[in-house]
């Protein structure tokens, strides 16, 4: 550390730990030095070390695991979003080998809830399509979809299960996206979800609301369960 320059000493730290973790000295998951060997390696007191180690964790660099000590963050998939995208071809451009694993798909009725989401009557059917979406073998989100059968009749699983969902609306239906709106929010992961991400229960994470639509016309409205540890989302605002 150069304690003669004008750059504060904490913020030194945080790029000097940040080099070592993007040149994977450190790497995932890997516990860190605790605070007292910090301030021991490289000769600063206790707040300047802390304040460092704060603002890491808050850009997502390391996290805390109370009673265990600090270790380095899992890096995260930053989706920019500015047009219209989809989780295969976002997976694909970021050099990840996209696949999905349908975990439910049938019919059911819409209650009036649902049906004012979709922009539909009450009573009509929808295809209830549950997936689990990875990246290069690792669960990422657990997304829940819901699909018009008026809109897509004799849609199948096996449809699903062989090629993307946009695929399918393309090329069996003649349907593209022409626009979609997303909603986020902040949530913590369910027992059932937990169980196909392989994470703990209460984890944080964030729910998107999907409104996908054909013209005008709503053709898809998908909840997603993404990540809070391996998604960040990066909106461009012109």
Not at 181 to 207: C, S, W, Y
Request: contains cysteine.
């Amino acid at each position: 550390m150069d304690k003669t320059s004008k750059v504060p000493l904490y913020f030194q730290l945080m790029e000097e730990l940040i080099k070592k973790i993007e040149n994977q000295i450190y790497n995932e998951h890997e516990q860190l030095p605790s605070e007292r060997e910090l301030c021991t390696i490289y000769d600063l007191s206790r707040i300047t070390v802390r304040q460092a180690l704060q603002d890491l964790e808050r850009e997502g660099y390391i996290y805390k695991l109370k009673g265990k000590g600090t270790f380095v963050a899992p890096k995260s998939y930053d989706q920019h979003l500015s047009t219209l995208y989809s989780f295969t071809d976002e997976m694909a451009k970021l050099g990840k080998t996209p696949s999905s694993k349908v975990l439910k798909f049938r019919i059911i009725t819409v209650d009036e809830r649902l049906a004012q989401k979709m922009e539909i009557e009450a009573l009509e059917d929808v295809y209830e399509v549950v997936r689990l979406r990875y990246a290069d073998d690792e669960p990422l989100m657990y997304e829940t979809s819901y699909l018009p059968c008026k809109i897509f009749p004799n849609l199948t699983a096996e449809q699903m299960i062989e090629k993307p969902m946009y695929d399918i609306f393309q090329k069996d239906y003649q349907i593209g996206l022409t626009k979609a709106t997303e909603r986020f929010t902040a949530t913590l992961i369910r027992d059932d979800e937990a169980v196909h991400l392989n994470v703990k229960a209460g984890q944080p994470a964030m729910l998107i609301k999907r409104f996908s639509y054909f013209n005008n016309q709503l053709i898809e409205y998908t909840s997603s369960i993404a990540r809070g540890d391996k998604f960040a989302y990066t909106v461009e605002l012109t």
